[in-house]
């Protein structure tokens, strides 16, 4: 695998985990007893941690990415074994 591949692969996962993480450990202004600004909306977290996000998203996705690389190394689980649907007909498998 490519190296450019790698971190192709590794922002996807950094991108799809740090959205993942957004809504955990979000508290609102009522739910931290704090006045809300005029205009603000209900849902609005009271105070936003950017960088804890983006630390837990960075461990997180190099740990899902490593299990990717090792999983397309060492082949423990490919697309015949994910196969819902059966064989097609003419369907020859690849020869590794």
Request: aromatic share 12%.
């Amino acid at each position: 695998m490519a190296l450019t591949s790698i971190i192709a692969i590794y922002a996807l996962f950094w991108v799809m985990t740090a959205f993942l993480l957004l809504p955990f450990g979000v508290r609102t202004a009522d739910e931290a007893g704090l006045s809300k600004i005029p205009g603000q909306a209900d849902s609005a977290p009271a105070e936003f941690h950017p960088w804890r996000i983006v630390g837990r998203a960075t461990v997180i996705a190099a740990v899902l990415c490593a299990l990717y690389i090792a999983n397309y190394i060492e082949g423990w689980v490919t697309v015949d074994d994910v196969n819902l649907f059966g064989t097609p007909p003419g369907y020859e498998p690849r020869q590794r």
